[in-house]
T-cell receptor
Framework: SQQGEEDPQALSIQEGENATMNCSYK?????LQWYRQNSGRGLVHLIL?????REKHSGRLRVTLDTSKKSSSLLITASRAADTASYFC????????????FGGGTRVLVKP | NAGVTQTPKFQVLKTGQSMTLQCAQD?????MSWYRQDPGMGLRLIHY???????DQGEVPNGYNVSRSTTEDFPLRLLSAAPSQTSVYFC????????????FGQGTRLTVV
């Protein structure tokens, strides 16, 4: 069963706008990761945030983690058409045997 | 640097046929895994390996076999294909099973008719 659940399932925005997606999970984790998947391609790692971290930045990406609410958010600022993709959160923790478990993803469409 | 290479990219099988999906990585990663991706289901773990000679089952292992004779290669075998195995299959590798990013292959789109 999936550990992480992304919300919303789909998101459509205009180029230049910010995109925010959320991930909720059920059991305690070691870390949480975000991945991007372009249509027909493999997943590409974006960012990893450890359970003792609250916020992390990478370029136009900002990730927050709230372990008390068992949730994370991914913010993409000043979106571009090239950001059109599916975004997945993945967690690993003792309950999942320390193996990476993925959510169902958020499909993001950035319109030019 | 090739990263993780999967072959073939596309495959059509008849029900009952067997085949092997190949996966190779050139990053000297100990941990390798196979996932299947179905619409709306995210990625589900089929089998994984923490090193040469060591494999274990994931969430959805039925109908699949794996072996790990070398660090580089981790093939996935479908023993007797069924329409329910129609999916996109991804191989991934990483230094460890946890606390590290995973590198994914480009995927194999399998259709079982």
């Amino acid at each position: 069963s999936q550990q992480g659940e992304e919300d919303p399932q789909a998101l459509s925005i205009q180029e230049g706008e910010n995109a925010t997606m959320n991930c909720s999970y059920k059991t305690s984790i070691n870390n949480l990761q975000w991945y991007r998947q372009n249509s027909g391609r493999g997943l590409v790692h974006l960012i990893l945030i450890r359970s003792n971290e609250r916020e992390k930045h990478s370029g136009r990406l900002r990730v927050t983690l709230d372990t008390s609410k068992k949730s994370s958010s991914l913010l993409i600022t000043a979106s571009r058409a090239a950001d059109t993709a599916s975004y997945f959160c993945a967690t690993d923790g003792e309950a999942a045997g320390n193996k990476l478990t993925f959510g169902g993803g958020t499909r993001v469409l950035v319109k030019p | 640097n090739a990263g993780v290479t999967q072959t073939p990219k596309f495959q059509v099988l008849k029900t009952g046929q067997s085949m092997t999906l190949q996966c190779a990585q050139d990053m000297n990663h100990e941990y390798m895994s196979w996932y299947r991706q179905d619409p709306g289901m995210g990625l589900r773990l089929i089998h994984y390996s923490v090193g040469a000679g060591i494999t274990d089952q994931g969430e959805v292992p039925n109908g699949y076999n794996v072996s790990r004779s070398t660090t580089e290669d981790f093939p996935l075998r479908l023993l007797s294909a069924a329409p329910s195995q129609t999916s996109v299959y991804f191989c991934a590798s990483s230094y460890y099973s946890t606390n590290t990013e995973a590198f994914f292959g480009q995927g194999t789109r399998l259709t079982v008719v």
